[in-house]
């Protein structure tokens, strides 16, 4: 038997396209080449842009592909009073402080920062040090986030892909966001307090999320807890450059199902992308066997529109 734990986190913002879910099935695969569990867990803090929907529609095509997952999903917009208890053990420990900057990125902060692009200019501290008398003050016309102050210092990590990676968050990124200042968690405390939870050995994800990793480990650090093996997958672009995730039309799931393709030849072609095959149709338990973590690439994968047909026979 063995201990690993491995998870997939979606938003539900819009359907499954082919990139998602090839992180997916990567995650799913560690697990179980490991003999180990693998969770889903539902990340619907921003409420504005997630539907209960399209966490019905990824569900089912997480099924047809037959990535199937252990113990029932955490939805994360039902557990804000266990990241309110983490909140409160970090305030004990000094390390939080309630913000009243009317910024873009309070506004964002639910959901994950894909890069560092998407998050604005490091936080200079404006609130850093307000006096007891200040926050009661500005409490009366604004209701304040919370930042963590981020710690100072290199963050070091060993990717298990990547290798050595390192980030001085409080030089980059400054004091983060750990809630919203319309009371919602950020992403960045409730994957932890969630993966921590579900005691989440391994972290397999795309590596627009690796600048979020010395944060996270920041919070693991204050909270006293066990951080997993992260891992960071190279996206899949469109041709254009563009995030598959970014492009119109991005080759849904569902669309494809519809359109008659089969299991086997979407998982041929995400095989392909990920050094794990040559893009014919392949089996699910075939893919167990052949995972490697050596095989995966280090770089963007292209996804060429004229191959993407052929694989799936769309002609
Ligand atoms: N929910 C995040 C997303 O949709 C992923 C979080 C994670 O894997 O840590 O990008």
Not at 89 to 112: D, H, K, Q
Not at 150 to 168: H, I, K, M, N, T
Not at 261 to 267: G, K, N, S, T
């Amino acid at each position: 038997m063995s201990a690993a734990r491995g998870r997939f986190a979606p938003s539900p913002t819009g359907r499954m396209h082919l990139g998602n879910i090839r992180s997916a099935l990567l995650g799913w695969l560690q697990a179980r080449a490991a003999g180990g569990a693998f969770l889903l867990r539902i990340e619907d803090l921003d409420r504005a842009r997630c539907k209960p929907a399209h966490g019905d529609a990824l569900k089912e095509d997480l099924g047809w592909l037959g990535l199937d997952w252990d113990e029932t999903p955490l939805v994360q917009s039902e557990r804000d009073s266990e990241y309110r208890e983490a909140q409160a053990r970090l305030e004990r420990a000094g390390l939080v402080y309630p913000c009243f900057c009317t910024r873009a990125e309070i506004a964002r902060a639910a959901s994950a920062p894909h890069g560092l692009s998407d998050e604005g200019p490091r936080y200079p501290g404006t609130c850093a040090h307000l006096t007891a008398a200040q926050v009661s003050e500005r409490s009366r016309t604004r209701a304040p986030a919370y930042r963590f102050r981020a710690q100072p210092g290199e963050v070091r990590f060993v990717d298990g892909l990547l290798g050595p990676a390192s980030q001085d968050v409080d030089a980059v990124v400054g004091d983060f966001v750990i809630r919203r200042n319309d009371g919602v968690a950020s992403y960045q405390l409730a994957v932890v307090v969630d993966d921590a939870a579900s005691h989440i050995t391994h972290v397999l994800r795309g590596d627009d999320l690796l600048t979020s990793t010395p944060r996270q480990l920041q919070l693991y650090a204050a909270l006293e807890l066990n951080a997993p093996d992260f891992l960071h997958v190279p996206l899949v672009m469109g041709e254009d450059g563009k995030r598959l995730a970014k492009r119109e039309g991005a080759f849904a799931l569902a669309e494809l199902r519809e359109r008659g393709v089969a299991p086997e030849q979407v998982l041929g072609l995400l095989a392909s992308w990920s050094g794990l095959g040559d893009g014919a149709p392949v089996r699910l338990d075939e893919l167990v066997r052949r995972f490697r973590v050596e095989s995966l690439p280090r770089e963007p994968v292209v996804a060429r529109e004229a191959t993407l047909r052929e694989v799936l026979g769309l002609g």
